[in-house]
Structure formats: structure tokens, C-alpha cells
């Protein structure tokens, strides 16, 4: 199993297991889960508490269950069950022989339920819904007892058996935790705990009308699993108390609930009810578009697990919401692309060079070493001719100060191969676009180099035009235009943010040879462009699709700079 690659940085809940391992709390023990609904891909924030929750139980020799949270038939799929499988695998995680579902536990938790109401403790409502929430009370107002809430123990386990076995209709009657409609915590004010829904479920099928809801079924399932350390995220703060409950009034083992701060990231939203809502009404091409914060959409867009697993240890657990720079996520994807992906030239907007002093017809192999930083990846061939494309944007007929590309009359060097001088610029006589330069090339400074020591500014990468393949690149900016686009302040829709540029297609880009055949998912960088992903969905034999990962401006140096 694959434990978190930075050193573990002390965190309240290291702390907190430690301590309960010294006071040999649960023989030792220490068991975790990652308790996913599914009801839709898993997002970056779902990778926190993945990494956490694995992490963690590995890192102290426990053990850590996947366990589909399935209780609520009617948002859930087959196909979200599969996809969260294979995220969780691709992060780098195994649960082993621990996979579970909720919905292994319906007759178990029935038998609970009933159990409660034998102990007077739960009851069968027929309050309609809105009445249930008018009777709750506010924070500000005690709630008031439900007229069904004195029913007989004999009475309320003949209803709840005929809930079962289907006599009633959907939301006619819920089964409720009798515990204090006064309570200052509203999750304590007589919670339900079943209601009658006909829908068929994806494992069970039609043989259950009546579903748990999670509170009563999130804690049991933990119980029955023997999880010591149920990690949750901080919005079930005020859960705790009826998680123990439930536990209390069962006299079952006990887990301890310990909450942590949810991720938030800047420029994105982190939540399956908001990202559905992008798929569904074709805002994004589904849950694997690489703009969207889902794991299967970073690892489409190139992210690697490893610098996932990274950004996850580098935030930390705290106990207090805050919202994460994009830009730290995009620092560590680059700071492990920069160790691991070979450099390639990749010309995103063409414009067509041709040196006047080279002989036609010839074709010289350049070498070309493939990645800096590590000599152990070699170096390849790269043809080197007399007709080239370059960067249109490396090229400005009336520089300014401080541009040191391609001019008239200027010298540069190519990549790699050599200096060129620019003589001439050929225009399209209609549009006076510029269509074609010619240079002349100085043969004494092959490799880029000029044995007279002479200097050069600029470097500019390249393609020979006959040997270059044709590829389609993608590149992303972020999905929406603010900062916090699910922040209420910023109005009631989020989709008023989406960002009109995030995608911007370039059909006629030139990627050097090399890149035939290469395997879809493979991770470059294109020199100055930024790291490149073929595209595993677009990608075939005969067309090249890249995924622009993330660009080589570090932005995060700035920004941590300034936070000083
Ligand atoms: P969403 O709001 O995206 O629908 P959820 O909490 O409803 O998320 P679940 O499938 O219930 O989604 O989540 C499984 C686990 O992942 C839970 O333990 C939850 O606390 C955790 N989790 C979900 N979102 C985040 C997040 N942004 N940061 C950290 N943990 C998260
Ligand atoms: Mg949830």
C-alpha cells in the first residue's frame, strides 16, 4: 500500500490516534474508511479524506474499508460505484478484501431499528414532511411533539413491519429516534431514521421500500465494521451527538467520530450536487472533462497520482474551513512533471520558416537530450531540414524593448540546433498576414552552440515541417471566472461564473515525430508550452490529442511570497 510521499506532518488527528494507541484503546487497533455515496465521480476534496483516511490507517499499521454509503436509491448508480473504484485505485490505495456497501447491513439495521422502538425509543410518525420541519422548531424556537409520538411499542412495531412490507404509501410514514424535541441541536429533535421510498436500488433491487437515512445508518455501519476512527468532514460536527446516540441506545461497539476540515479550492466548485449539474446541462463534456475537479478528470488532464497524494499532505487537517489556492495544487503537479516527463517540441501556433542557406533536401538527426533534471532518461533524435515551423508569437516584425525572439535582422538560437538570422518576411498580399519567414542558418554552431563565443537572447523551439506530425491541442484555463463561485455573496448561481475561455482548441499544432504511437495518458513537456497529456478518450492511431496539463509559470511562488 502507498502511504503519502512527503514526511507525515503532525496533525490534531495523528495525534489523537497515537494517544489512544498508547492507551491501547481497541487492543491497538486502528481501522478507518473512506464512505463514499454513489451518486456521482469523486472530486479532489473526496481525495483529502481518501489520502487521510487510508494514510492514516496505514501509516499505524491498521487497515482502511471502502464503503459505499448506498442508502438513498433514487441519485445512485452502478456506474458511480465503478468509477469511484477505479479513482481510488489510480490514487494509489487498496482496501483489500474490505469492500463494502451500506446495503449489505438493511437487515441488519432494521433489526436495529426495531430494537429501538422496543426500548421506546424510536416511533412510527404520519406526519407529512413539511409538517415534520414545522414541528422542529428553528434555532430560535423549541420544537413541539409529534401527536404520533406517545403510539404504543405493540402499535409502532406492527406499523413499522407494514412500512416494510409495503401497506403504505412513499412519505406517508416515517419511523423517528424519540429523543427531545427541546433540544438545542436540531439533529436531536426526533430525527427520521426510515422512510418509504419505492425506487428500485442498484444491488437490492426491489426487496427493500423503506431506506435508512445516513445518520442512523453511517454510524452503525461503523460500528458493525469495528472502525476505530470514523474521520468525517466538518459539517457532521453537529451529527456527532445522535452518531453517539445511536451507539449509546443500541449498547453497540463504539467508533469515534473525528472531524476535519473539508477541502474548498479556489476557481471550482467541490460538490457532486453542483458538478452533476455541469454534466447533466453539457457544460462540461462529462465528469472526465479535464477542467473538472474530479479525479478522473485530472488524471485525464495529466495530473499524476503521486503529486495528488503530495497536494493532499502539503494542505494538511486542520479543524477550521479555508479555501486552497488552485495555484498550490498546480505547484505540485508541476514540481513532479518537472522530475518525470520528457521534454518534447511541440509547436502550438505554426508559422513556416525557411533557412535559404540550407541545403534542400537534407536531413540532419539532432541530438536532443529529454529531460534536465534527470540524465538517466537519455536523450533522442530530432530531425533537423530546411523548412521548419516556429511559434507564430516567437516572431514580431517591430520588436519591442524587450522582446528577444525572432525579428528582422535578429539572431536566435533553435533548439537544439542552431543560430538563425532572419532576411525576410513573406506576407499574404490580400490580408498582410504573415505567412512564411526566411533565415539563414550559421552551419559552425550546430547543437546551439557558437564556438566564438557569440551571444544569442532568445531560444526558440521548433519542427521540421516535413517530419512533424499534425496534432490537436487543448488547452484549459479555470472553469469559472471567480474566486469562489459557490459563495452565496457572489449570488444564488454558481453557473453565472463558469468561465466563457476555459477551453481553447489549437486543430494545427506540429509535434515532433518521436510522439507517433506514443500511448494515451503518456505526460510531456512541451518545451516553453507547459506539460502535455494525450488524451485517453480523443487520442487514436491516426490523431494526436493533448491535454494541456498545467503551464511552467509557477504562479504559487508569487503568491506564497506575498502571503509572507
Ligand atoms: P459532496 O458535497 O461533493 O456531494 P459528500 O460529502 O456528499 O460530498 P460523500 O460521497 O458523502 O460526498 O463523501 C465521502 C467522504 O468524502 C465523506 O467522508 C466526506 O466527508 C468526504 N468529503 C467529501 N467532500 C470533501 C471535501 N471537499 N474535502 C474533504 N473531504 C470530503
Ligand atoms: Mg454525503
Not at 439495521?109 to 425509543?121: M, P, R, S
Not at 424510536?122 to 413541539?144: F, H, M, N, W
Not at 407494514?162 to 424519540?178: H, I, N, P, T
Not at 457544460?283 to 488524471?299: H, L, Q
Amino acid at each position: 500500500m502507498t502511504t503519502t510521499d512527503s514526511t507525515c506532518s503532525p496533525n490534531f488527528i495523528r495525534n489523537i490516534i497515537a494517544e489512544d494507541l498508547k492507551a491501547n484503546k481497541n487492543e491497538g487497533r486502528v481501522m478507518t474508511r473512506f464512505p463514499p455515496e454513489p451518486n456521482g465521480y469523486l472530486h479532489i476534496g473526496h481525495a483529502k479524506s481518501i489520502c487521510l483516511n487510508f494514510g492514516i490507517a496505514a501509516e499505524y499499521g491498521g487497515v482502511c474499508n471502502l464503503r459505499f454509503d448506498d442508502t438513498n436509491p433514487s441519485k445512485e448508480d452502478i456506474e458511480y460505484v465503478e468509477s469511484i473504484k477505479s479513482d481510488v485505485r489510480w490514487l494509489g490505495f487498496d482496501w483489500g478484501d474490505r469492500l463494502f456497501y451500506a446495503s449489505d447491513y438493511f437487515e441488519k439495521l432494521y433489526e436495529y431499528a426495531v430494537q429501538l422502538i422496543k426500548q421506546g425509543k424510536a416511533y412510527v410518525c404520519d406526519l407529512s414532511a413539511e409538517e415534520i420541519r414545522e414541528y422542529r422548531g428553528t434555532l430560535t424556537q423549541p420544537g413541539k411533539e409529534s401527536p404520533y409520538r406517545t403510539r404504543s411499542v405493540e402499535e409502532n412495531l406492527d406499523l413499522f413491519e407494514r412500512m416494510r412490507a409495503g401497506e403504505f404509501e412513499d412519505g406517508s410514514r416515517v419511523l423517528r429516534a424519540k429523543i427531545d424535541m427541546i433540544s438545542p441541536n436540531l439533529n436531536m429533535r426526533d430525527p427520521t431514521i426510515y422512510r418509504i421510498r419505492r425506487a428500485e436500488h442498484h444491488r437490492t433491487g426491489n426487496k427493500w421500500c423503506i431506506y435508512p437515512l445516513y445518520d442512523f445508518a453511517h454510524c452503525l455501519s461503523d460500528s458493525i465494521e469495528g472502525i476505530t476512527h470514523s474521520l468525517c468532514s466538518l459539517e457532521f460536527e453537529d451529527n456527532r451527538p445522535l452518531y453517539d446516540w445511536f451507539l449509546d441506545e443500541l449498547k453497540v461497539y463504539h467508533p469515534q467520530q473525528i472531524e476535519f476540515a473539508r477541502l474548498n479550492l479556489t476557481y471550482t466548485v467541490l460538490s457532486k450536487r453542483k458538478l452533476v449539474q455541469l454534466v447533466e446541462q453539457r457544460y462540461v463534456s462529462g465528469w472526465d472533462d479535464p477542467r473538472m475537479p474530479t479525479i478522473s478528470g485530472m488524471r485525464r488532464r495529466g495530473y499524476t497520482p503521486e503529486s495528488i497524494r503530495n497536494f493532499c499532505e502539503r494542505i494538511g487537517v486542520a479543524k477550521r474551513d479555508s479555501i486552497v489556492d488552485m495555484a498550490l495544487l498546480e505547484y505540485c503537479i508541476r514540481e513532479d512533471l518537472n522530475q518525470r516527463a520528457p521534454r518534447v517540441m511541440g509547436v502550438l501556433r505554426p508559422l513556416r520558416l525557411v533557412i535559404d542557406n540550407y541545403p534542400e533536401g537534407q536531413v540532419e538527426d539532432l541530438e536532443a537530450i529529454n529531460n534536465p533534471e534527470d540524465p538517466g532518461m537519455g536523450s533522442r533524435k530530432v530531425p533537423f531540414s530546411r523548412e521548419l515551423y516556429i511559434e507564430r508569437e516567437d516572431f514580431l516584425e517591430d520588436p519591442p524593448k524587450k522582446f528577444f525572439r525572432l525579428a528582422p535582422g535578429r539572431e536566435v538560437r533553435l533548439k537544439h540546433a542552431y543560430y538563425i538570422t532572419c532576411v525576410g518576411v513573406v506576407k499574404d498580399e490580400q490580408t498582410g498576414e504573415i505567412v512564411e519567414l526566411h533565415c539563414t542558418y550559421d552551419p559552425e554552431t550546430r547543437g546551439g552552440w557558437s564556438e566564438d563565443g557569440r551571444k544569442v537572447k532568445g531560444t526558440l523551439h521548433w519542427v521540421s515541417a516535413a517530419h512533424s506530425l499534425k496534432a490537436e491541442v487543448r488547452l484549459y484555463d479555470y472553469l469559472f471566472v471567480k474566486a469562489n463561485p459557490d459563495d452565496e455573496k457572489n449570488g444564488p448561481d454558481f453557473k453565472a461564473y463558469l468561465n466563457p475561455n476555459s477551453l481553447e482548441t489549437l486543430t494545427s499544432c506540429r509535434v515532433e515525430p518521436d510522439l507517433a504511437g506514443a500511448t494515451p495518458g503518456s505526460r510531456y513537456q512541451f518545451l516553453r508550452q507547459g506539460y502535455f497529456c494525450i488524451d485517453s478518450r480523443d487520442s487514436s492511431d491516426g490523431a494526436l490529442v493533448f491535454n494541456r496539463t498545467v503551464t511552467l509559470r509557477d504562479s504559487w511562488a508569487k503568491i506564497a511570497k506575498k502571503k509572507e
